[in-house]
């Protein structure tokens, strides 16, 4: 168990929905980072949040969007979701800073119907 | 469940022997790696990391060896057992200051058979 959690587990929706998905990261950690893992495009990251604040940016769409909430709590918003948007999504902390070990909870699974 | 590609070049190595797996990254200005392993239905997890400035490091029964020439990166795994069956994931951070943007590779499946 890395102690990073992620709800929900499990996601259904259909096309052009919205959804939110949730983590919380290791007791202390100040980063957290959000990746896409598909069949076609492997793991990809995302974004990171650093104490609130949006540290870096990567292959995130324009319908996607993040936010890192004061007691470090992140939710990803997936939204207008298209079937290629059907994805594990993974959540991970670190401490913070450069070179810390990041560690990656057990994901939530997205399938748009 | 799946989760990970199913066409994901595969490694097959009996128990007790030792397994070499390999990566090449991209951005030759990139200063921190590390292999991550994924069992499946479960997110990676962080095996060992080594910075631009070594060219080996080693953990418990794992050695990573970087060769910033070529842009190589190799994971070895001693006397391989069962529960290393995993898919096994090498990622660069192309980050700067203060951030970590990794890039993962597309990973190589690794099947110990007894």
């Known amino acids: 168990d890395s102690g990073v959690t992620q709800t929900p587990k499990h996601l259904i929706t259909a096309t052009g929905q919205r959804v939110t998905l949730r983590c919380s990261p290791r007791?202390?950690?100040?980063?957290v980072y959000w990746y896409q893992q598909s069949l076609d495009q492997g793991l990809q990251f995302l974004i990171q949040?650093?104490?609130?604040?949006?540290?870096a940016k990567g292959n995130i769409l324009e319908r996607f969007s993040a936010q890192q909430f004061p007691d470090l709590h992140s939710e990803l918003n997936l939204s207008s979701l298209e079937l290629g948007d059907s994805a594990l999504y993974f959540c991970a902390s670190s401490e913070g800073g450069t070179f810390n070990e990041q560690f990656f909870g057990p994901g939530t699974r997205l399938t748009v119907l | 469940g799946e989760s990970v590609g199913l066409h994901l070049p595969t490694l097959s190595v009996q128990e007790g022997d030792n397994s070499i797996i390999n990566c090449a990254y991209s951005n030759s200005a990139s200063d921190y790696f590390i292999w991550y392993k994924q069992e499946s239905g479960k997110g990676p997890q962080f095996i060992i990391d080594?910075?631009?400035?070594?060219d080996k490091r080693q953990g418990q029964r794992v050695t990573v060896l970087l060769n910033k020439t070529v842009k190589h990166l190799s994971l070895q795994i001693a006397a391989t057992q069962p529960g290393d069956s995993a898919v096994y994931f090498c990622?660069?951070?192309?980050?700067?200051?203060?951030?970590?943007?990794?890039?993962f590779g597309t990973g190589t499946r690794l099947q110990v058979f007894p």
């Open positions: 990622a660069e951070n192309i980050g700067s200051y203060n951030t970590d943007k990794l890039i």
């Open positions: 080594i910075r631009s400035n070594m």
């Open positions: 007791s202390g950690d100040l980063s």
């Open positions: 949040y650093y104490n609130g604040e949006e540290r």
